[in-house]
């Protein structure tokens, strides 16, 4: 078994190749072919364990994630994961990586997957809410995917806006920070918030055809959205169950859970004369689509080789 470190991992898993091994999950989902059941947690001293396995006809897969809030204290990560990638006929270990590089990266490739199952395929001006580990993966993956061009950052801590705001620009982008993003708002064609506020970051004055991607609410109590734009928009999720039972953004508003699509048989919009909601909050299928194409990475390179 190959253990990939943190910037093997990132290598092993381009935004592009990364976006459909995610829309070929989605078909495998849709046809049967792929599952996953609902997570494992079991409570820790002082933290929690998580277990995430996966399995299609030819691979099997198993997160492992512990969170230990305090851990900072004692210059430890709060969230340590790895992903183990098997053999479904044999149980065969054969891949190993980082379970941190693959949630950030296979959630920006994520909400770009749902996005194009909504219909919605480019972009140019983003207000990105939120300066972290998330943000910072979808802004990185929507400029070298869709070409986006300018990007206002919004976040609590400034200094981490500026010091993010500088790293895309090396990418091409315009990026600075702004102090109100319901300032320019009504310029974004594309929203990405991906903070851990329990409380709305998204402004509500945007225009009528924007495309908003929620991956921060992770529970019933946390909302990033406003419940009246929510209500207003069309919404994309990449997994009913996993919504329904997490999406604090959609629960809260109580919407119409019959009008809203999961990714793996969503139907495209028609006509962009509302907003586009893409809320995702995880599932053990996107690592394991992830891990796949890890494989399949480092198989090639070993052939070149």
């Given at each position: 078994?190959?253990?990939?470190n943190?910037v ?5 898993l381009p ?6 091994a995610l829309l ?13 059941p609902?997570r ?8 929690v364990?998580?277990?995430m396995?996966?399995?299609?006809r ?9 969170v230990?809030?305090?851990n ?11 992903l ?8 065969e ?6 379970g ?6 296979r959630?920006a490739a ?10 919605c395929?480019?972009?140019r ?12 993966a979808?802004a ?5 995917l ?6 206002w950052?919004?976040?609590r801590?400034a ?15 315009d ?24 409380t ?11 495309l908003?991607m ?6 019933p ?16 999720v ?5 919504a ?17 699509q ?7 919009v ?6 586009v ?11 394991l689509a992830?891990?796949?194409?890890a494989l ?10």
């Amino acid at each position: 078994m190959r253990t990939l470190n943190a910037v093997e991992t990132r290598a092993a898993l381009p935004y592009g190749a990364l976006v459909v091994a995610l829309l070929d999950m989605f078909e495998q989902q849709q046809r049967g072919d792929a599952s996953a059941p609902p997570r494992s947690v079991m409570a820790l001293p002082g933290g929690v364990l998580l277990l995430m396995p996966a399995s299609n006809r030819r691979f099997a897969s198993l997160k492992v994630v512990t969170v230990h809030n305090a851990n900072p204290a004692h210059r430890l990560p709060a969230v340590q994961s790895d992903l183990l990638l098997m053999s479904a006929s044999t149980g065969e270990r054969l891949l190993r990586l980082d379970g941190n590089v693959v949630t950030n990266r296979r959630t920006a490739a994520l909400s770009i997957a749902g996005a194009q199952r909504a219909g919605c395929k480019s972009a140019r001006t983003l207000l990105l809410i939120g300066a972290g580990q998330q943000a910072r993966a979808h802004a990185e993956a929507l400029i070298a995917l869709w070409g986006v061009q300018r990007i206002w950052i919004h976040a609590r801590g400034a200094a981490a806006c500026a010091a993010l705001a500088a790293d895309l620009r090396v990418l091409g982008a315009d990026a600075s920070y702004i102090a109100a993003p319901a300032s320019v708002a009504p310029q974004a064609d594309l929203v990405v918030s991906a903070t851990t506020s329990s409380t709305p970051v998204v402004p509500e004055n945007l225009r009528h055809d924007a495309l908003v991607m929620a991956v921060g609410a992770f529970r019933p109590d946390m909302a990033e959205v406003p419940a009246a734009l929510v209500r207003r928009a069309r919404i994309y999720v990449d997994t009913m169950e996993g919504a329904q039972a997490e999406a604090g953004d959609l629960i809260q508003a109580q919407v119409d859970w019959s009008g809203v699509q999961p990714f793996a048989s969503a139907r495209p919009v028609a006509h962009r004369d509302q907003p586009v909601l893409v809320k995702t909050v995880g599932h053990a299928l996107w690592d394991l689509a992830a891990a796949t194409l890890a494989l399949t990475q480092i198989s090639q390179v070993n052939a070149l080789a």
